[in-house]
């Protein structure tokens, strides 16, 4: 594909990776604001990132499939529709203050999110040189860091209300004026929202009236080529599956917890929080900004090795020092593994041709890491601390280093292809 035939597409795919950063990355928001509206334990607030994440693990072979017959453009398409939907329903989940509306409304967001995650990855990939390919993902992936950052620097702060809601100060009201206060503490999430949905469906209108070129004929919609993908064959695929399976546990986990741990282990109240949370995210948007332009440099294998060997450590910190400082290590861990997902997913998929789409979809999939170690690390804080339960990224991270340890090996060890 020609560049001006391939940059308004850029543009465009560019965009989503920014859009579905408002929604996951709302989610350390929504964990201790409907922890205290909807009055949950640790491990209740946990099934936030479960609805969300579980999604990708359910939806992720459909939309692979819908990609493979109707193209990435209408995926797309119908991704942002589904999302819309989702980020609608908080309106009334919010008028009830009903948990269960909450989770079925965040796993539709997600849902719409999966079919953008399978069709964007492995598109961004295939437009342009494919030895560049972890390069362009990175810097598209930068602007999921940028919607990260707007998520947690200025919708979080509409949300949260910095309110302190006691047991004993519910106590002390009567039954209709407790349920009123936690209502209105609720309703805070509906306009955040309502203005994303209305962004999506904007976005796919944009999307439906824009040309896009016709994609590889490996690749291209109603191929008749055979093809036989055989999962085991690809060992590379495989452990990038696990890889990123704990990479997006890690990542996840970090994050979610980010208002709880500054509470508990700093003694930073939730207004505050949300300023560390936002920079913890400007942190993960740098790193991805700065890791681009080091990959020109170094081979992304090694860089990957090199990120999660400083995540463990900065971990070991933050787990057995507290504090403030601990508040920084963590903004440190954001910007080190701010270039793990894209590297992951680009080095999985590498050399796979006309199998991309089914990889990418097992590589989505991958992503359910997100919906299972926030329960195992909630499980963990009640039954401990929240700071004692950050050992669970750094397991995580151990996984990701192993993956590029291998990757950094000379001997390849992806099996031959079948055709």
């Given at each position: 594909m020609s560049k001006n035939k391939t940059l308004v597409p850029l543009i465009l795919v560019t965009s989503l990776f920014f859009l579905w950063a408002l929604t996951s990355n709302l989610i350390p928001t929504l964990i201790p604001h409907l922890k205290k509206a909807c009055r949950l334990t640790d491990f209740q607030s946990a099934f936030i990132d479960s609805a969300y994440w579980i999604a990708y693990f359910i939806i992720a072979i459909p939309a692979g499939v819908v990609m493979e017959k109707m193209g990435y453009k209408k995926a797309i398409i119908i991704g942002l529709l589904i999302a819309a939907v989702g980020t609608f329903l908080f309106y009334p989940a919010a008028e009830l203050r009903t948990f269960p509306l909450f989770l079925a409304a965040l796993f539709i967001v997600a849902s719409g999110m999966t079919f953008l995650e399978t069709a964007a990855n492995p598109y961004m990939t295939i437009l342009g040189p494919a030895e560049t390919a972890p390069q362009r993902l990175n810097f598209a992936q930068a602007f999921n860091g940028l919607g990260a950052f707007f998520a947690a620097f200025f919708l979080s702060k509409?949300?949260?209300s910095g309110k302190e809601i006691s047991d004993a100060t519910l106590a002390a009201l009567t039954p209709e004026a407790a349920n009123q206060l936690l209502t209105n503490e609720a309703k805070s999430v509906q306009m955040p929202y309502l203005i994303i949905g209305i962004v999506l469906l904007l976005v796919a209108v944009v999307?439906?009236?824009?040309?896009?070129?016709?994609?590889?004929k490996e690749l291209e919609v109603g191929t008749t080529a055979k093809t036989s993908f055989k999962?085991?064959?690809?060992?590379?695929?495989?452990?990038g599956i696990l890889a990123q399976?704990?990479?997006v546990g890690g990542q996840v986990c970090v994050s979610s917890f980010f208002i709880r741990y500054c509470e508990f282990a700093a003694g930073v109240n939730e207004a505050e929080a949300t300023n560390y949370l936002g920079f913890l995210l400007l942190g993960f948007m740098l790193g991805r900004y700065v890791g681009t332009f080091v990959m020109q440099y170094v081979k992304p294998a090694l860089l990957l090795s090199l990120y999660?060997?400083?995540n463990i450590l900065l971990i070991v910190v933050i787990v057995f020092v507290g504090g403030k400082i601990s508040i920084y290590a963590l903004i440190g861990v954001e910007f080190f593994m701010s270039i793990m997902y894209p590297t992951i997913f680009s080095l999985a998929i590498k050399g796979l041709g006309q199998n991309t789409k089914k990889a990418s979809s097992y590589l989505v999939m991958a992503i359910v890491g997100g919906a299972l170690f926030p329960l195992?690390?909630?499980?963990?804080?009640?039954?401990?601390?929240?700071?004692?339960?950050?050992?669970?990224?750094?397991?995580?991270?151990?996984?990701?280093?192993?993956?590029a340890m291998i990757q950094g090996k000379e001997k390849a060890i992806v099996a031959t292809q079948s055709n």
């Open positions: 509409i949300i949260l999307f439906a009236f824009t040309h896009f070129p016709a994609e590889k999962l085991f064959e690809h060992k590379n695929l495989l452990i399976f704990f990479y999660s060997i400083i195992v690390m909630g499980k963990l804080s009640d039954a401990t601390n929240i700071q004692h339960a950050y050992l669970i990224p750094a397991v995580c991270f151990v996984v990701v280093l192993y993956f």
